[in-house]
């Protein structure tokens, strides 16, 4: 299977039909179950983890898949992996439960450690955001429309911060440091906040506490295609399947990577 924008968009037809899957559960009278990590989960995930799979096993049934709703490969097999898909059949339940419309389907194909195309689609919008190495990213703001190019842009004046609805922000003092303290914010749930950025209507997102490699891998393919680029607070580009665990070191996503990111979080206390 060919790297780029036609496989991508192709990925994104799957990503559609699991959003139908989703939308379905989303307009009913609906349950919700808490898994032993205190996350929660609906008919929705397991609805679109099912579309998914049987999208991604028609398509490419030679690649292995790693999903947020299925039980993991034992690392001692993954370790072995080099090409694969990486999915979150629907990221932000908690904004699904919410019902607000900020939660979205990711699939990634990761390649070497390196998320190398990736699929974010917003159910409720119909927003579909793709990328492919070497291809950019693009957005097609609802099915059937004219795909639009994405750019990041140059750290604005006053910088707009990507913030979640459903975790924690940094105390003001460490965000005023990093962004200024004339920054604004802007709230937004699951990977769409990533799609901001790529989209240059934000600036930078800042992640302490644990997330997990299907939580980031397909936005990161978008961000950075777009132009920017997804940092441990090391400044260190993010790379998957490195290790049992599955959980990603904190981050900081960001439009404009000319800027000393790393001084301004040592700057900020982080």
């Known amino acids: 299977m060919s790297i780029d924008l036609a496989a991508a968009r192709k990925v994104g037809d799957i990503a559609r039909v699991a959003a139908d899957a989703i939308l379905a559960v989303y307009h009913s009278d609906f349950s919700v179950q808490i898994k032993t990590d205190a996350s929660p989960v609906t008919a ?159 600036d930078a997102y800042v992640r302490l506490g644990a997330t997990s490699e299907w939580d980031t891998a397909a936005a990161q393919c978008v961000l950075r295609e777009a132009g920017g680029a997804l940092l441990d607070l090391h400044g260190r580009a993010f790379a998957y399947n490195r290790k049992e665990s599955l959980i990603n070191p904190e981050f900081i996503a960001v439009g404009d990577p000319t800027v000393d990111w790393v001084a301004r979080l040592r700057g900020a206390g982080l």
């Open 44 to 202: 929705a995930d397991l609805a679109a983890q099912q579309v998914i799979l049987e999208g991604l096993r028609q398509w490419s049934p030679e690649l292995p898949v790693l999903s947020e709703e299925a039980r993991a490969a034992d690392w001692s097999q993954r370790r072995r992996w080099s090409r694969y898909w990486l999915v979150d059949p629907l990221d932000g339940t908690r904004e699904f439960v919410k019902r607000n419309g900020e939660f979205t389907v990711n699939i990634a194909l990761v390649e070497d450690h390196r998320s190398v195309l990736g699929v974010v689609l917003a159910p409720v919008s119909g927003a579909l955001y793709v990328a492919a190495e070497g291809a950019g990213s693009w957005l097609q703001a609802q099915s059937g429309a004219p795909w639009q190019p994405l750019a990041t842009r140059p750290l604005a004046r006053p910088a707009v911060l990507a913030g979640s609805r459903s975790h924690g922000n940094l105390p003001p003092a460490a965000l005023d440091a990093l962004l200024g303290a004339d920054h604004q914010r802007l709230a937004m749930g699951s990977s769409l906040k990533f799609c901001l950025i790529a989209e240059g209507r934000a």
